[in-house]
T-cell receptor, first 108, second 112 residues
Framework: KNEVEQSPQNLTAQEGEFITINCSYSVGISALHWLQQHPGGGIVSLFMLSSGKKKHGRLIATINIQEKHSSLHITASHPRDSAVYICAVSSGTDKLIFGTGTRLQVFP | EPEVTQTPSHQVTQMGQEVILRCVPISNHLYFYWYRQILGQKVEFLVSFYNNEISEKSEIFDDQFSVERPDGSNFTLKIRSTKLEDSAMYFC??????????FGQGTRLTVV
């Protein structure tokens, strides 16, 4: 069983829709990261959180430590949001453990 | 804004050849990492490096792999004798004291 599970694996949306991507993990963590990977392959850090909620522009990330679950929300989605969104956790040692990613496509 | 820089962006090499992937981490960062992503798969940890030595490595990081920080700015990953299955995107990352890591744009390695 993967230590970090994401759902859905693939997601398509119409421009303007509200999007939610979920992440569940089975290990104790010091922090959870949401990352964005564009088609060229580069990885960009969106959020790092260990409790509560963070907001940046149209992106909101929440985490429930007791339930070992995090969500990434995108409000008013746009075609430029199309990318792979990856959940990763820092657990014990300082390496990151990655989920398999959620491929999002937003159509105009 | 400071960033992690990786070169080259794409490397094609023949099976059995040695390759060196280069990274310039953010200058005041202390912890350095290499990760890889085989096409269609998730990102996997290879090795972490702190205080001029390896602090952790995965089972992927066998004797064919080595890392070095030769001059206080570059951080390199060497694969001694490449195999077809080494074809992947290799990411360098660095961080300061806190858990937030910064990633480079990756080097796509193709072994033919």
């Amino acid at each position: 069983k993967n230590e970090v599970e994401q759902s859905p694996q693939n997601l398509t949306a119409q421009e303007g829709e509200f999007i939610t991507i979920n992440c569940s993990y089975s290990v104790g963590i010091s922090a959870l990261h949401w990352l964005q990977q564009h088609p060229g392959g580069g990885i960009v850090s969106l959020f790092m959180l260990s409790s509560g909620k963070k907001k940046h522009g149209r992106l909101i990330a929440t985490i429930n430590i007791q339930e070992k679950h995090s969500s990434l929300h995108i409000t008013a989605s746009h075609p430029r949001d199309s990318a792979v969104y990856i959940c990763a956790v820092s657990s014990g040692t300082d390496k990151l453990i990655f989920g398999t990613g959620t491929r999002l496509q937003v159509f105009p | 804004e400071p960033e992690v820089t990786q070169t080259p962006s794409h490397q094609v090499t023949q099976m059995g050849q040695e390759v060196i992937l280069r990274c310039v981490p953010i200058s005041n960062h202390l912890y350095f990492y290499w990760y890889r992503q085989i096409l269609g798969q998730k990102v996997e940890f290879l090795v972490s490096f702190y205080n001029n030595e390896i602090s952790e490595k995965s089972e992927i990081f066998d004797d064919q792999f080595s890392v070095e920080r030769p001059d206080g700015s570059n951080f390199t990953l060497k694969i001694r004798s490449t195999k077809l299955e080494d074809s992947a995107m290799y990411f360098c990352a660095s961080r300061k004291e806190g858990p937030e890591a910064f990633f480079g744009q990756g080097t796509r390695l193709t072994v033919v």
